[in-house]
């Protein structure tokens, strides 16, 4: 998971935008979270989500009332952060997340 690296993901936005107004830029790579509000024609989803299938399957199985909140509530924010990053296609959506 991207999120857990040892990022500076200021830095990362800062360039990410001065990257995205270059027109003479062919390919840009950017994480789900910083790629909010922006655009391109092709986008390429790769494997690094997390699983929903796991993440419900997790649910399904959790006895403990609390715990099984966090889950669905952990669910619904990598809802949140997929719908993100699929709606970031103008034209073409390449998805190899696995989800």
Do not use: C
Not at 24 to 51: M, Q, T, Y
Not at 61 to 82: P, V
Not at 84 to 96: N, W, Y
């Amino acid at each position: 998971n991207l999120s857990e690296k040892p990022y500076d993901f200021k830095a990362l936005k800062k360039l990410a935008l001065k990257l995205y107004q270059n027109k003479n830029a062919n390919i840009f790579l950017i994480n789900a979270h910083l790629s909010k509000g922006l655009e391109w024609d092709r986008v390429i989803l790769h494997n690094d989500f997390v699983k929903l299938r796991d993440l419900k399957a997790k649910i399904e199985e959790e006895k403990n009332q609390e715990e099984k909140a966090k889950r669905e509530f952990e669910m619904e924010q990598e809802l949140n952060l997929f719908y993100v990053a699929i709606t970031r296609a103008r034209f073409e959506l390449e998805d190899r997340s696995e989800n």
